[in-house]
């Protein structure tokens, strides 16, 4: 065999000293259907972790439902309390009111029974006095009324007739009155600030 017919002999990778091309090795690790090593696979939920699941939801659906049962018990129990106290305090307010007016009006029953007494014993010559005296009251009363804020309706013959503070319980022809004029005046009506507690009794003319 002569030297050019001899075997050309090439250098392997080892004897060269040449290093393997790392994109080709990924692309080979890449391409290899045998390395499942990189994939991501989802965790199994298993029945036992989803009935643990279901109970919990359960359990804190139960705790929801406690804990809004203890606030509408709580509520409750303080509008209960407060209409309670509203009760009480109207009772008292209401208390307080009438025995405010009662002591006030005390003085004038005590001076009606010592006129009553007068009357008794009086002859010709007192009766004037007992009269005086009745007038007096009378003059006693309307103070009490005055402090209370309770004031009596003007009215008179010739007042113009309003339905708001008189009460017309009989009509007349009358020349010398106007039409709807107040012809006389049988009961006084009285008014507290813009509240009428009686109507004034009339008789209208016209």
């Known amino acids: 065999m002569t030297d050019d017919e001899k075997e050309i002999m090439f250098p392997s990778d080892e004897e060269t000293g040449d290093t393997p091309n790392p994109i080709e090795e990924e ?3 890449e391409n290899d259907p045998g390395d499942v090593s990189g994939e991501e696979t989802e965790p199994s939920v298993s029945d036992d972790d989803e009935e643990d699941e279901e109970e919990d ?3 804190a659906g139960d ?3 406690a804990d809004l049962e203890r606030r ?5 129990a303080e509008y209960e ?13 209401y208390a307080s009111a009438i025995a405010t007016v009662t002591k006030e009006w005390l003085s004038v029953l005590d001076n009606i029974e010592r006129a009553e007494e007068a009357g008794k014993n009086a ?10 005296g009745i007038e007096l009251i009378g003059k006693q009363a309307e103070d009490v009324l005055g402090k209370l804020g309770v004031k009596a309706i003007e009215c008179e013959r010739g007042t113009s007739f309003d339905p708001n503070l008189h009460e017309a319980v009989m009509h007349i022809e009358d020349e010398e009155l106007g039409e709807q ?10 008014i507290y600030k813009d509240r009428v507690i009686r109507h004034t009794v009339v008789q209208v003319a016209n």
């Open 27 to 29: 692309n080979k690790e």
């Open 57 to 59: 939801d359960e359990t």
């Open 63 to 65: 705790d929801r439902a």
């Open 72 to 76: 509408y018990m709580n509520l409750f």
């Open 81 to 93: 309390n407060f209409r309670k106290r509203s009760a009480k305090e109207k009772e008292d307010l």
């Open 123 to 132: 002859d010709e010559s007192s009766v004037e006095n007992v009269v005086k």
């Open 181 to 190: 004029e107040v012809a006389q005046v049988f009961q006084k009506g009285y």
